[in-house]
């Protein structure tokens, strides 16, 4: 085996290597929220996408007597890649209820396929950088997101008794004090008529206001039900 073979498998292994580091770094900070798609996926997916493009990017290994007849495109290859890795990132999205989640999970998987293209290509000082800023974004951001003000969108359900019931004027009235906003307000008679239940978008930059708001309504007689649900992603 000639020593030019040796060189490129050994720097295969080093790309194949970072791929795979590269990946649990990111898939370590997943692992350590709890998020579906964790370590060990983001290393796999970081070191497939560099294993495809390995298989470009040194054609000559497995079509020799093709060499010099048949050029390779690598950019195809990570086109492919990049469209593949839609499917992998659709399936860690979710719905429970009216909140979304697995949005930040699924843009991470995409990303570290995007490094494994980097790995695969021995790209390695863009690589690093993307690694760095990824884990930034992943656990510094999440702070940031904690300090910065911003509107939190809940669906609020309210039953009363009818003839008990507080008027709508009261109602916007106690959530306008605890700083809600409201839109899309229904009304509705459950019950033949005894009951009425009102549904709502609430919004507010208050991150206790639901908790606040829930203990305002327990203390009122003339609530029957209620049911404040958060409809962010």
């Known amino acids: 085996m000639s020593s030019t073979i040796m060189a490129d498998y050994l720097e295969m292994v080093l790309r194949l290597l970072a791929a795979l580091v590269a990946g649990a770094l990111i898939g370590y900070e997943r692992t350590y929220h709890g998020r579906p798609a964790g370590f060990r996926t983001h290393a796999l997916v970081c070191t497939t996408s560099s294993l495809l493009m390995l298989v470009a990017v040194y054609e000559g290994h497995w079509m020799q007597s093709a060499a010099g007849m048949i050029q ?3 950019t195809r290859m990570a086109q492919g ?3 593949g890795i839609g499917f992998l990132g659709a399936g860690v999205i979710m719905k429970d209820g009216l909140s979304v989640r697995g949005l930040t999970t699924a843009a991470s998987i995409w990303i ?3 490094i494994g293209i980097l790995a695969g290509v021995g790209f390695y000082f863009p690589l690093a950088m993307s690694v760095v800023l990824a884990v930034l974004v992943l656990a510094l951001f999440r702070w940031v ?4 003000p911003s509107q939190i969108h809940y669906r609020f359900d309210i039953r009363f008794e009818r003839g008990s019931e ?4 009261d109602l916007r009235t106690l959530l306008s004090e605890h700083g809600f906003g409201v839109a899309d307000m229904s009304y509705r008679l459950d019950q033949d008529g005894r009951v009425l239940r009102h549904t709502m978008s609430i919004r ?18 003339s609530v029957l039900e209620f ?3 958060p409809t962010g992603s």
């Open 81 to 83: 890649i990049m469209t």
């Open 72 to 74: 390779f495109d690598p």
């Open 204 to 221: 507010t930059t208050a991150r206790t206001g639901a908790r606040v708001l829930a203990s305002q309504l327990v203390a009122l007689d």
């Open 166 to 169: 507080m008027s709508e004027a």
């Open 227 to 229: 049911r404040i649900t």
């Open 112 to 114: 570290t396929a995007a």
């Open 145 to 148: 997101e904690a300090l910065v």
